[in-house]
């Protein structure tokens, strides 16, 4: 039996990190606070400097909504080296959290900070699950029909094929659990549709997908990565990374051809469209990146977060925890190892 | 001395695949036409079905133009495996016009059909350039401020340190000569900015381009690719593939954001600022991707190619041709090794 911190037989506590993100608490406590009070269905553990905690929370008028502030005297940096900073830094609001969630005080972790240290204390203080051998970190991206999960976007920059393959089971769990497909599309990114495509790893990873049990529908190119294809896309975490901040990047792109490219008359026709297309491009709306394979719920939001990208990432941790995917994950990696 | 095909001291004459691209002679021949009629400077030979060639040639008005017909009885399709397709039809477009080019009876090679029979045939009969251990696919692809040479897309899916060193060698004489740039800014895609980040092959790839006397600015990430950061950026050709195919489906994607996930009123908005938009991504002014580091001028149109856009990569033929860049390249690489 895998071991899951915080299995959720009551209303899932979500722990979020107040220090995170490029502006901290004054970002993530209201945004943080939205979730609460808007969806609510959970209770909200806000860890960091507490003066800094409560001055956000001033004026929010949260006096009805089940919120507590963990006090944490120390905060890790954007720039630090993770081991390093998880080792120096135990009462860090990130450690402390996650120290709690292994300690079920807690059912998951949200965080706009440092994506090496969130991977890092989640996999040295929670730990893998059984049957994973590397974790991967899961965002979904726009389609032209709605949205797909690409994993993993950074955490192995190398993958054997049956990381691949394992990355591409949790994918399924995730699909099914959290979007309801009851047969999710995977595919494998990779440089053409023919199955000897790729390098020798992508080659291999093919063939372990053809031969298993998910609905594997091939490879997909990226031009066709955005184009609805697939519910589930597998790769490793260089080129995922890539791709995903490619996809990131579309949107200031195109806000930089409309103000460096284009005829004033061709602004004026460009913006308004830019602000209706950035409305379905906006990485706020897709609740943060997704560590799976841990035991545990933990959620890293764009250190670059708005309000709304907090509410959404805190949002997406309490219905992870609400759905104990890690416990259903666990149990389905161990069912097909 | 690395011998090249096709040096160039006389108005450089530029074989044309006509049997390439998704359409064939009824696309590539106007295109070609296009190129020596309004830009001209080079001779064309037309390779091909002779009577397929003359149909299409009928009505463009060609009489004073320098434009030959050399009929093959053979063409070589999209589909076919390419070392097989070289081996099986000697009298097909690809390997008839790519042995005159190795003969010096033609100085440049363009085609908008199969990447892997011209990349085949370019390194079978033209082979390598001296210093040149693997050739790369390079594509120019948009930026904020104009363009940049991404490579490798798609010749070499592993690469080590030093190919990828090469490569930037390359791109940095192509910049040069083609762009006019005095220090072309030469830059790594990586999934972050740090030295440290990447494959064991890219930490390595960016101490060597650390150590080499080009203009390396670092490593670029996929949020930054398209924001007029480097002039030259290389990859392997695996992740170049992905990058750039995501490049060329952001149009398509635009599109069908604006088809299926916008209101009628916000479609209004949209359609006519994605075809101002869409003039700034159009491959079809990119001429095509270049085949660097071979003994000869082999350009790749893109399989979808129209009429414009062939015009652009013959014209990018006659000017690689015309600069003698194999020429180039290889007295660069041979000084640099």
């Known amino acids: 039996m895998v071991e899951v911190a915080g299995r ?3 209303i899932p506590i979500i722990a979020v990190d107040a220090m995170g993100g490029d502006i901290g608490p004054g970002v993530v406590v209201p945004g943080a606070v939205d979730a609460v009070r808007e969806e609510g269905g959970f209770t909200l553990v806000l860890y960091g400097d507490e003066p800094a905690i409560h001055a956000a929370l001033a004026g929010l008028d949260t006096a009805d909504l089940p ?5 944490c005297g120390q905060a890790i940096d954007m720039g630090e080296p993770p081991a390093a900073a998880i080792r120096n830094k135990p ?16 059912d998951g972790f949200v965080s706009a900070g440092s994506t090496g240290a969130i991977v890092a204390a989640s996999l040295i203080i929670l730990g893998r699950l059984a049957a994973v051998d590397r974790p991967a970190i899961a965002s979904r991206i726009p389609t032209v029909s709605g949205d797909c999960l690409l994993l993993d976007i950074g955490a192995n920059v190398q993958c054997t094929p049956q990381h691949l393959l394992t990355f591409a089971q949790m994918g399924d769990v995730y699909a099914r659990e959290m979007l309801g497909l009851e047969a999710p599309r995977v595919a494998l990114l990779n440089n053409g549709e023919e199955e000897t495509k790729g390098t020798e790893v992508m080659v291999a990873a093919h063939r372990l997908l053809r031969a298993s049990d998910l609905h594997f529908v091939g490879n997909v190119e990226g031009r066709r990565l955005m184009h609805g294809d697939a519910d589930v896309v597998v790769t490793d975490g260089f080129t995922g990374n890539v791709a995903l901040k490619l996809i990131e990047g579309m949107a200031p792109f195109l806000q930089g051809v409309a103000e460096r490219r284009v005829s004033p008359e061709e602004r004026a026709v460009v913006l308004p469209a830019l602000r209706i297309l950035q409305a379905r491009l906006d990485y706020a709306d897709y ?6 394979g841990i035991a545990g719920v933990s959620v890293i939001a764009h250190g670059a977060s708005s309000r709304r990208a907090v509410r959404n990432a805190v949002l997406a941790g309490a219905r992870l925890a609400g759905r104990d995917i890690p416990g259903r994950l666990g149990a389905r990696l161990a069912a097909g190892a």
């Open 67 to 71: 919120i507590t502030v963990h006090a």
């Open 91 to 106: 009462d860090s609001s990130i450690v402390r959290a996650i120290t709690d969630h292994k300690a079920g005080a807690v």
């Open 8 to 10: 959720v037989d009551r």
């Open 287 to 292: 609740g943060g990146a997704l560590l799976l």
